[in-house]
């Protein structure tokens, strides 16, 4: 089946490490997001890819870096720079039809935990 | 992007018809209007996209204004299952156009039984 994978589902460190969240996608879509959210609040992006080896700030890209070095690839990297990780991540990849971009679809996120 | 307003919560009887209110005033000639939804802890959900035409899928119908600074989401016969916190983005649709797809706070709707 196709679609949007993101692991682990839940995820526990302790502060000052950085951790990297996968998200892998078997849709062949060209674009992938990150996104946080956290209690009572909307989603908030990181970073997005358009292309592969290409990406770009999102609106809280602070204490994070990703890399996009395959197409169905877009890793998350939490550094120790971040000062609030705790929160729930979610990547989601889109694509185009013609000249309109399609929906995006949202993997089922990654609840990370710092202690 | 243009900045969409949605009410923060609304009501609506099961088997009623839910309509949720979007706000895009400022919203670009080459901008489309998205509709998500997103279920508690999970990933959102798309539902619809237009243009400036009415459209309707299986899930629901999208209705813009002719000015295109508002639109509605109408969900025909809402269910308990469509209680949810629900988004609408506007975004550049054309190729090469593409940026960050960004989220408001969205509107919860909540079925009542």
Same mark, same amino acid.
């Given at each position: 089946?196709?679609?949007?994978?993101?692991?682990?589902?839940?995820?526990?460190?302790?502060?000052?490490?950085?951790?990297?969240?996968?998200?892998?996608?078997?849709?062949?879509?060209?674009?992938?997001?990150?996104?946080?959210?956290?209690?009572?609040?909307?989603?908030?992006?990181?970073?997005?890819?358009?292309?592969?080896?290409?990406?770009?700030?999102?609106?809280?890209?602070?204490?994070?870096?990703?890399?996009?070095?395959?197409?169905?690839?877009?890793?998350?990297?939490?550094?120790?720079?971040?000062?609030?990780?705790?929160?729930?991540?979610?990547?989601?990849?889109?694509?185009?039809?013609?000249?309109?971009?399609?929906?995006?679809?949202?993997?089922?996120?990654?609840?990370?935990?710092?202690? | 992007?243009?900045?969409?307003?949605?009410?923060?919560?609304?009501?609506?009887?099961?088997?009623?018809?839910?309509? =949720?209110?979007?706000? +895009?005033? /400022?919203?670009?000639?080459?901008?489309?209007? $998205?509709?998500?939804?997103?279920?508690?802890?999970? %990933?959102?959900?798309?539902?619809?996209?237009?243009?400036?035409?009415?459209?309707?899928?299986?899930?629901?119908?999208?209705?813009?204004?002719?000015?295109?600074?508002?639109?509605? =989401?109408?969900?025909? +016969?809402? /269910?308990?299952?469509?209680?949810?916190?629900? $988004?609408?983005?506007?975004?550049?649709?054309?190729? %090469?156009?593409?940026?960050?797809?960004?989220?408001?706070?969205?509107?919860?709707?909540?079925?009542?039984?």
């Amino acid at each position: 089946d196709g679609g949007i994978t993101q692991s682990p589902k839940y995820l526990f460190r302790k502060e000052g490490q950085n951790v990297t969240l996968s998200c892998e996608q078997n849709l062949n879509h060209d674009a992938m997001y990150w996104y946080r959210q956290d209690p009572g609040q909307g989603l908030r992006l990181i970073y997005y890819s358009q292309i592969v080896n290409d990406f770009q700030k999102g609106d809280i890209a602070e204490g994070y870096s990703v890399s996009r070095e395959k197409k169905e690839s877009f890793p998350l990297t939490v550094t120790s720079a971040q000062k609030n990780p705790t929160a729930f991540y979610l990547c989601a990849s889109s694509t185009e039809q013609g000249a309109v971009i399609t929906e995006a679809f949202f993997g089922q996120g990654t609840r990370l935990t710092v202690v | 992007d243009a900045k969409t307003t949605q009410p923060t919560s609304m009501d609506c009887a099961e088997g009623r018809a839910a309509n =949720l209110p979007c706000n +895009h005033s /400022t919203i670009s000639g080459n901008e489309y209007v $998205y509709w998500y939804r997103q279920i508690h802890s999970q %990933g959102p959900q798309y539902i619809i996209h237009g243009l400036k035409n009415n459209e309707t899928n299986e899930m629901a119908s999208l209705i813009i204004t002719e000015d295109r600074k508002s639109s509605t =989401l109408i969900l025909p +016969h809402a /269910t308990l299952r469509d209680t949810a916190v629900y $988004y609408c983005i506007v975004r550049v649709g054309a190729r %090469g156009g593409a940026d960050g797809l960004t989220f408001g706070k969205g509107t919860h709707l909540i079925i009542q039984p």
